[in-house]
């Protein structure tokens, strides 16, 4: 099965409450806006990035557990549409939980997303993977599939607290599963210029990993907070707001490193 020429982030870090989903949502959305044919991907049982774009993970059909224990199912029949035009969903979905144990005893288990979304071709400029706080299968098939990582950090203590075993399970995957893996970037959440705390850990953040380091900074942001109750990215909810213009912001930093269109 030939790639897909579009470029495959998965959005990862093992340690929960760090901003993952709401990266994976907005940035999806601003990239979207900004021109980007995109696909996201709820990788995480919880399906919050499925809810947080209105759609009830518990009544729809679709979703990527069909695409990581099912051979016959088709991946673009697994695609629904969201409220915001260019940006399309695979539903996350509560039976991920056992998906875990299923994959298990199935062959090639860790390159299972990989197989499945090669043969959506080039239908996406950009696919995200929301993938869950854990370093399980599931994750793994992220990281197998993945061009790269994006890996949320937020400003806060113990901010690098888990990240080195993340990096090693990236080392890993680097050394015997997908060879071409790379860090997409560091991107710092939740921060507060007004506190010291906040501006040492962005400091210490870009003295470990330097040019890694998204120049965007996510704010906190009550309008970010309060947009998936709505089932609402933050740039419908108000475009106006900080958070909306930091991650249409990290869009661009984004777009600037994907492959040059046909």
Do not use: W
């Amino acid at each position: 099965m030939a790639p897909s020429s579009g470029k495959i982030i998965a959005i990862a870090n093992q340690k929960g409450g760090v901003g993952k989903t709401t990266t994976a949502i907005n940035l999806a959305a601003a990239l979207a806006i900004n021109g980007q044919q995109v696909l996201l991907i709820d990788a995480d049982p919880q399906a919050n990035a499925t809810s947080g774009l209105g759609i009830d993970p518990g009544t729809s059909a679709q979703s990527i557990y069909q695409l990581l224990v099912d051979d016959t199912a088709a991946p673009a029949d697994q695609v629904v549409p969201t409220q915001i035009e260019r940006l399309a969903l695979i539903p996350g979905h509560i039976d991920l939980v056992g998906a875990e144990l299923e994959l298990a005893g199935l062959e090639q288990r860790e390159q299972r997303l990989k197989h499945a979304l090669a043969s959506l071709g080039t239908a996406y400029d950009v696919v995200l993977i929301d993938c869950s706080p854990s370093l399980g299968l599931i994750t793994l098939n992220a990281l197998v599939a993945a061009d790269s990582v994006l890996v949320p950090v937020q400003c806060e203590y113990f901010a690098l607290e888990g990240l080195g075993k993340l990096l090693n399970t990236i080392r890993i995957v680097q050394q015997g599963l997908n060879k071409a893996l790379q860090v997409e970037g560091f991107l710092l959440t939740m921060y507060d210029s007004r506190l010291r705390l906040s501006n040492q850990v962005a400091d210490e953040v870009r003295s470990h990993f330097e040019s890694l380091v998204f120049q965007t900074m996510i704010p906190r942001n009550i309008k970010l907070s309060e947009s998936p109750s709505y089932g609402l990215p933050v740039l419908l909810h108000d475009p106006e707001s900080k958070g909306s213009l930091a991650y249409m912001a990290l869009a661009q930093e984004v777009a600037a490193k994907l492959p040059a269109k046909a």
